[in-house]
């Protein structure tokens, strides 16, 4: 049982992975926390249910391999500062090659039961319609990509900035009955095996060469939806996200070197082509194995286009969709500019900001940013210092690209700002040494020195707590 505490809540907006993370973090350091959450009194567009930290695109988290990956070397880094959010991605997971996947609807569940189940969280479902009251001294906004309207009113006369925005779109989801497993088959890329995988985790769909450019022509020519609001024509895609037919329109051969690249699959049906000219790729959904989402097949295709033209991939002419593909509207603020290296805002520096919204990237990094900013509110709460993530780690190189510290911008910040993952180009160059200069071993080496030193951040930081 944990003792009330003297201290004041610090108060966080929004329930996603970036919000959740951050409660969670705060009350790990025994600081009393409020999660206002606007679900289910007002919705999204996106969301479907009232579950915390609700996955509404893909279930996967990427590559699980600190040595060869970006995203490999944050899990790690969150697995070693207690995320709840990895956390109950671990005891989630799905079979998924070298990825870290998970059942959607028990990892939303686990993520609410841990907040809700905390002494010192107080979840409140409410909106926050505008700025927040003057009497929170210190607030986290982690509203994420679909803050509501007013909340995002409010921001932009406070900070001066207009909107920046991409669209995100969402793969569809098929039935595993539904796929005809003699044409189709089970196989990781390269037979390689991930968490909880055993190297045969995807099912595999083969098209010949003439197929898979009858595929592209039709999704050129397919029926799109169109912008719901004047202004969304100008709006850019995210490049990690893109819409697959606007991967389509980039060139015949985009798509596959792309979601369809066939290298590392060999087709084992007799008859079949050894080696197919592309495949579409489906990796499963839920526990029970009875859901399978299309891999970097989303898309903002009208629904009966989707329909149509999806089941003309070999092994999905009967396919039944628990869920189609659909698109939304992503907001994000200009961070370098506005935010300092405390994710606080410079024109109101009691409110931090976590999440999407601060032009992050990816579930991983949203939640990354989430966990760092409830360490840093917390941290502040208790008049404890905090040092700065080492940029050498991938929090810290993360927090830099938000902030402007890679570019040393701090008061124009680059108006082309615009969201990205964690990738290996945020890291400083490692020095130069023998092998490690270049590929793999590169890698390797940026991740060898970001276990160092965060091994060294947090023995410091853990002495300085003990002072």
């Known amino acids: 049982m944990c003792e009330p505490s003297p201290l004041a809540p610090i108060h966080v907006i929004g329930g996603g992975l970036a919000g959740s993370e951050a ?6 350091q025994n600081v009393p926390v409020v999660l206002h959450e606007m679900r289910p009194s007002r919705m999204t567009p996106a969301h479907h249910t009232d579950d915390l930290a609700e996955l509404v695109c893909s279930n996967s988290f990427r590559a699980d391999d600190p040595q060869t990956s970006a995203i490999g070397i944050l899990h790690r880094e969150m697995r070693c500062l207690d995320s709840l959010i990895l956390a109950a991605a671990d005891a989630h997971k799905l079979p998924a090659g070298g990825a870290l996947a998970v059942d959607r609807d028990q990892f939303s569940a686990a993520v609410t039961d841990a907040v809700c189940g905390h002494p010192l969280i107080k979840l409140v479902r409410e909106e926050i319609d505008g700025l927040p009251p003057l009497a929170w001294d210190s607030v986290i906004i982690a509203s994420g990509p679909l803050t509501s309207p007013s909340l995002s009113s409010a921001l932009r006369a406070l900070t001066g900035e207009r909107d920046l925005a991409f669209f995100d779109a969402i793969a569809p989801v098929v039935h595993r009955e539904s796929i005809d497993m003699e044409k189709a088959w089970f196989q990781s890329r390269y037979d390689k095996a991930g968490p909880a995988g055993t190297g045969a985790d995807y099912i595999n769909c083969p098209l010949t060469q ?23 024509e100008d709006t850019p895609y995210f490049n990690g996200c893109l819409p697959v037919e606007i991967m389509a329109e980039r060139g015949p051969e985009t798509l596959r070197h792309g979601p369809m690249k066939p290298f590392g699959l060999t087709n084992p049906h007799p008859g079949g082509a050894t080696k197919p000219y592309a495949v579409v790729q489906l990796r499963q959904d839920n526990a029970l194995g009875t859901l399978y989402n299309m891999v970097g097949f989303q898309t903002k295709l009208k629904h009966h286009a989707q329909a149509e033209i999806f089941r003309t991939i070999p092994g999905l002419e009967n396919a039944a969709f628990a869920r189609l593909g659909g ?16 994710l606080r805002l410079r024109a109101d520096p009691r409110l931090r900001f976590a999440g999407q919204i601060t032009g992050c990237e990816g579930y991983v990094e949203s939640a990354a940013i989430g966990l760092a900013a409830g360490r840093m509110a917390a941290a502040e709460r208790t008049g404890e210092a905090f040092a700065p993530l080492p940029p050498t780690t991938a929090l810290g190189a993360l927090i830099n690209h938000i902030t402007g510290g890679h570019i040393g911008i701090i008061d124009a910040g680059p108006p082309s700002f615009q969201p990205m993952n964690i990738n290996f180009g945020l890291f400083p160059p490692i020095e130069k040494s023998r092998g490690a200069e270049k590929g793999l071993a590169r890698k390797a080496a940026i991740s060898l020195r970001a276990a160092r030193d965060l091994d060294n951040w947090m023995g410091a930081h853990h002495t300085r707590a003990a002072e």
């Open 23 to 28: 409660a969670w973090q705060i009350a790990r």
């Open 210 to 232: 003439s197929q898979y450019y009858a595929f592209v022509k039709a999704l050129i020519e397919a029926d799109k939806t169109e912008p719901h609001t004047l202004g969304d």
């Open 327 to 342: 698109i939304h509207r992503n907001t994000f603020l200009n961070s370098p500019k506005l935010l300092d290296g405390a």
